[in-house]
DNA sequence: AGGGTTTTCGCCTACTGGTCGAAAACGTGG
DNA sequence: CCACGTTTTCGACCAGTAGGCGAAAACCCT
C-alpha cells in the first residue's frame, strides 16, 4: 500500500485566493490539473516529504507556512494500486512570485480546471481550513509580505475569506492583541492620490495564537474575543 | 509501507478524563500499554477501519464522536518495517460503561502507564484537541449522557479542561447558543440534599458549531463571542 | 486652491462572559 | 415543624470586545 504526499499551497493574487498546480503529462488523468507532492520515502516523514517535494516546485524559504491537513484515503482515490494521500495545506506570501517549472501555474480556486483525481476536494478542504483558522490564529501574516499596509492585509482577509471586511476592525482586532507593529515608513499612495497608508510588520512580541480561543476559560484570567452590535 | 489507524479514546469519569488503553502482550514492547487501532485494509478509508476495529473493543454504537487527529510518520516510530498511522480521537459519553476484553482498560489521561511506541504523544495530542474544540464546538455533548444537568455538564468540561468552569456561564452560553433543551424533568437532589437539578439535553435545533467562530465576520451578520471583565 | 481619494482615528452601541450574591428547592437534625 | 446546611438557579453588575458609522488627516490631480 503506498504513500503520498501532496499540498494545496495557497496565496492571495488580487482579489483572489489562488492555489498552485501542474498539468499531468500522462495519463492516468493527463493533461488534468493536481497537486504537487509525490511518494514519502522511507526514511523521511509526512512533513519533511512535503518540504522535499515542494522544493522542486517553490523555493521553500517562501512557503511561509506548512499544516497538515487530513488522510484522504478512499480505496479507489487513485486508479491501480492503492495510495493513501497525506494532504497539506501550503501558504506563501503575495510579495513573492517565485519561479516555476513550466508545467506548474497558479490557478484561482473559485474556478478550478478539470483537476485529477480527488485532488479538487483537497483545494476545497485547505481553502475552508484557511478560512477558519484566519479568524482565530495569525495565519493571516502568512499570507502577506514582512511589511504592509492594513489596506492589503485586508485584501488579502477578504480574498481568502470571500467576504469584505472592515479594514477599522482587523487593525483593532490585530494591534489589541500586540500583533501589529508600526515599521514608521508609509507606502506610496495608488496612482489615483489618497493619504498614504502606515506600513506595519508583525510583532514576534504579540500574541501567537495558534489553538482558537477558549470561551470558557479558567477563572480568573483575560478573556479572549468580544461581541458586539450589528445594529 | 504499512499503514495502521489508531484511536485514542476518550471519556469523562468522575473528575478525571480518561483514555482506553490495552495492555500489549507480544513483543516489541510486550506489556506496555497502547492504543486500540490495527493494519488498514485495503478496501477500507481509515474511518471505516478505526471503526471497524473498535468495534473488538468497544460497541460502536457507544461512539459518539470521530475524527482525525494526524498523521504520525517518523521513520523509526515502530520497530521494524515503516508503518505510518493515522491517529484518531473518539469520544464516549460517560453514561456508559461498555463491555470490553479482560486486556483493556481506561486510564486516567494524566498518569499514563508505560506507553508502547509514540502512542503517549498521541493521548496528548488527542487531549489537547479536545480542550480545544469544548471551547468552540459543541463535542462537549458527546461526552454526556442523552439527559443530563448543568452541574454534570460542568463537572465534565472541568475534568477535559482541566480547570474549574462556572456553571452559571456555561448555561449561559449554552443557552444562547439554543443548544440546551429542557426536559421538563428533574434529576434527584444527591444524599446531601439541595435543589433538585433540571435535565437538559442536546437541542438539535441549536447551532451547530464545527468550525470555531470568526472574529472577523461578514458585514451585516451576528457575532460570535464576547468578552468579559476578570475584575 | 478646490475636489476627489484613501487612510486613520474616535465615538457610540450591542453583546458577551466573569463575578457575585440572593433566592429557590430540597434533605436532615433538633 | 422549624432552623440549618446544601445545591441549584437566576438576576444584576461590570469590563472588555467588535461592528458601524462619520469626521479628520494626508495625499494626488486639475
Redesign the interface.
Known amino acids: 500500500?503506498?504513500?503520498e504526499v501532496l499540498a494545496a499551497v495557497l496565496r492571495v493574487r488580487g482579489a483572489s485566493l489562488q492555489v498552485m498546480l501542474w498539468e499531468r503529462a500522462r495519463e492516468p488523468h493527463a493533461h488534468r490539473w493536481s497537486l504537487p507532492g509525490g511518494e514519502?520515502r522511507?526514511?523521511?516523514?509526512?512533513?519533511s516529504s512535503i518540504r522535499r517535494q515542494l522544493a522542486e516546485k517553490v523555493d521553500v524559504r517562501q512557503l511561509s507556512h506548512v499544516e497538515?491537513l487530513?488522510?484522504f484515503?478512499?480505496?479507489d482515490r487513485v486508479p491501480g494500486p492503492?495510495v493513501?494521500a497525506?494532504a497539506f495545506l501550503g501558504l506563501v506570501p503575495s510579495d513573492v512570485d517565485p519561479e516555476r517549472p513550466a508545467d506548474t501555474e497558479w490557478h484561482c480556486v473559485e474556478k478550478l480546471p478539470l483537476m485529477a483525481f480527488d485532488h479538487a476536494s483537497i483545494v476545497h478542504r485547505a481553502r475552508?481550513r484557511l478560512g477558519?483558522k484566519?479568524?482565530?490564529t495569525n495565519i493571516g501574516f502568512a499570507l502577506a509580505p514582512p511589511e504592509f499596509t492594513i489596506s492589503l492585509l485586508r485584501d488579502h482577509?477578504s480574498a481568502a475569506?470571500g467576504?469584505?471586511?472592515?479594514a477599522t476592525?482587523?487593525q483593532r482586532?490585530l494591534s489589541r492583541r500586540l500583533l501589529l507593529e508600526p515599521t514608521g515608513g508609509t507606502a506610496p499612495p495608488g496612482p489615483s492620490g489618497g493619504r498614504p497608508a502606515a506600513l506595519f510588520r508583525f510583532s514576534a512580541k504579540g500574541i501567537l495564537v495558534t489553538?482558537?480561543?477558549?470561551?470558557?476559560r479558567?477563572?480568573?484570567?483575560?478573556?479572549?474575543?468580544?461581541?458586539?452590535?450589528?445594529t
Open positions: 500500500m503506498g504513500h514519502l522511507v526514511d523521511e516523514d509526512v512533513e497538515q487530513a488522510v484515503s478512499a480505496p492503492r493513501v497525506t475552508n477558519s484566519l479568524s482565530y482577509y475569506l467576504y469584505r471586511v472592515s476592525n482587523l482586532v489553538d482558537p480561543f477558549a470561551v470558557l479558567p477563572p480568573g484570567s483575560g478573556r479572549p474575543a468580544g461581541g458586539g452590535g450589528t
